[in-house]
């Protein structure tokens, strides 16, 4: 196993140990759950233009499309923003676990569609729909 992948294991056994309710906002997502939310929120949106993605991975993160997706910094700022994980140590894990959840539900052009549909554009504006509309 890679080193990343032994950081993600380790990071999903420490996580898995600590003892969280369901209901909580700190709960750490399964991939069938990542998955479920991304097929919940597509519905809410439409095809962006490819150059949007291009774009957004010139600004953001480079090397997106030749690395794992867990280690993606645009997979690490989605998950502090949607998964609402705690700072410090026990947050850090927990957003690698979270990254390795979500890598391993989604593919990169769907991780970079939901990504694309739900970043801060600024001025109040989330997402590629709503920044063309402002």
Same mark, same amino acid.
């Given at each position: 196993?890679?080193?990343? =992948?032994? %950081? @993600?294991? $380790?990071?999903?056994?420490?996580?898995?140990? &600590?003892?969280?309710?369901?209901?909580?906002?700190?709960?750490?997502?399964?991939?069938?759950?990542?998955?479920?939310?991304?097929?919940?929120?597509?519905?809410?949106?439409?095809?962006?233009?490819?150059?949007? =993605?291009? %774009? @957004?991975? $010139?600004?953001?993160?480079?090397?997106?499309? &030749?690395?794992?997706?867990?280690?993606?910094?645009?997979?690490?700022?989605?998950?502090?923003?949607?998964?609402?994980?705690?700072?410090?140590?026990?947050?850090?894990?927990?957003?690698?676990?979270?990254?390795?959840?979500?890598?391993?539900?989604?593919?990169?052009?769907?991780?970079?569609?939901?990504?694309?549909?739900?970043?801060?554009?600024?001025?109040?504006?989330?997402?590629?729909?709503?920044?063309?509309?402002?």
């Amino acid at each position: 196993m890679s080193r990343p =992948g032994v %950081l @993600v294991a $380790v990071s999903l056994a420490l996580i898995c140990a &600590t003892p969280v309710a369901a209901d909580t906002p700190s709960a750490m997502p399964t991939p069938a759950e990542v998955r479920a939310d991304y097929e919940a929120a597509r519905t809410r949106w439409g095809k962006s233009p490819d150059i949007m =993605g291009d %774009l @957004v991975i $010139v600004a953001h993160d480079r090397p997106f499309r &030749t690395r794992p997706l867990f280690r993606s910094t645009m997979v690490s700022h989605f998950s502090r923003r949607h998964y609402q994980q705690e700072k410090g140590l026990s947050g850090h894990m927990r957003g690698i676990a979270i990254a390795g959840a979500i890598s391993m539900a989604l593919t990169h052009d769907e991780f970079l569609d939901w990504y694309l549909h739900s970043v801060d554009f600024g001025r109040g504006c989330h997402g590629v729909d709503a920044a063309a509309a402002a």
